[in-house]
């Protein structure tokens, strides 16, 4: 049964659809700071790719990763793997200032790469990674869990592509998330490790928006970030919001905190409505609070009438094969190069822009 009280170490299982044969995509784990990592191997595997080695300077870590992938082979030095001709991609979840640069020293080695959101904590680990990935042709992927690993935003997206609620024309999202601080490791808390909060699980909002909207340009129109009710974290951000508007006239709104009560059952109450020109849909991505453990809801509402659809092992995650599809065929069908780093390139600038409500726990810095 996939753990929900934990937002860190969340990872959905899916029933196995290999697009490959054992032994045809072989892929390595490296750097398992945040456990994401169970979800985007879950993910690989379950698409028929192989695991075989795992690398990680902390023992413990590893110890832990090969209980529940026990085909994996720990070695003592990265270079075991980035060296390895038979090794294709390498999975990483590194602290978040770490992921820009091991993306492009893994790049450098000749393989694609596949990161734990957020994929940068600066403008210049972006630019850097365009730049390593057009020179080695190497691919830069990341994992957007909140879309790419939930059905029901899947099976919205099968939706929204029909036609069923026609044009979009706004993307509103809900990221709440547990804070849980004790379980926490020391770099959560610092921002030049973790790169604020919409940087980091703000990263999932924004390139729901770009997906659902179907826009390739976008700018920043508001942001806002606080401390609200975390004066032992003054690095902490608690609280976000970001507003953008896309090329094709489509806007958003997104609020990410870390502000779930200990009463709910699940790690956040997950939300998304989609509006269309001729209808909406909303999520429930996690539950559906007071009646339902189950999660992915989808509501939709249009010219044929309302809808609930149960979609919770129905669907899949049709992201991991084709990932590892592109990876072999050099194609760009599971997402673009472009989106991901478009998607990372808005939540740095959002963060860099972002009116600071609150700090130290509740200390207003707005004049009213």
């Known amino acids: 049964m996939v753990q929900k009280a934990d937002g860190m170490n969340y990872a959905p299982q899916g029933k196995p659809n290999p697009v490959v044969k054992p032994g045809e995509f072989v892929f390595a784990a490296m750097h398992l700071d945040h456990g994401h990592i169970y979800g985007q191997c879950n ?110 935003a899947v099976f919205a997206g099968d939706l929204v592509q029909q036609g069923a609620i026609g044009r979009v024309v706004q993307v509103l999202g809900l990221g709440p998330h547990r804070l849980n601080a004790p379980s926490r490791p020391a770099w959560f808390f610092e921002r030049a490790k973790y790169g604020g909060i919409l940087t980091d699980i703000g990263s999932h909002q924004i390139e729901q928006f770009l997906f659902f909207t179907g826009n390739t340009k976008a700018t920043v129109t508001h942001a806002a970030i606080g401390n609200f009710d975390n004066p032992d974290h003054p690095e902490l951000d608690d609280f976000g919001e970001v507003a953008v508007a896309g090329a094709n006239g489509a806007v958003g709104y997104h609020r990410v905190d870390w502000f779930t009560p200990k009463g709910l059952r699940t790690w956040g109450d997950g939300r998304m409505f989609i509006l269309g020109t001729q209808g909406y849909i909303e999520l429930r991505k996690y539950l559906d609070v007071a009646r339902s453990d189950a999660g992915d809801h989808v509501y939709l509402v249009n010219g044929e009438g309302e809808k609930h659809i149960e979609v919770a092992g129905k669907v899949g995650y049709p992201y991991f094969g084709r990932l590892v599809k592109d990876c072999l065929d050099r194609t760009e069908t599971a997402m673009t190069q472009e989106h991901a780093f478009l998607a990372a390139e808005l939540c740095l600038k959002a963060q860099a822009q972002a009116v600071v409500l609150t700090r130290d726990g509740g200390r207003p810095l707005v004049r009213v």
């Open 43 to 152: 993910g690989l595997l379950e698409a028929g790719a192989t695991l075989t080695k795992v690398y990680d300077p902390d023992p413990a870590k590893v110890e832990a990763f090969i209980k529940k992938f026990p085909q994996a082979v720990a070695v003592d030095d990265p270079r075991r793997i980035l060296d390895d001709p038979t090794i294709r991609l390498v999975a990483a979840a590194a602290v978040p200032s770490e992921r820009g640069p091991l993306g492009c020293r893994v790049m450098e080695a000749g393989k694609d790469y596949f990161t734990d959101k957020c994929p940068f904590t600066s403008l210049d680990q972006l630019a850097q990674a365009r730049r390593v990935a057009v020179a080695t042709g190497r691919k830069y992927a990341v994992y957007f869990s909140e879309r790419l690993h939930v059905e029901s």
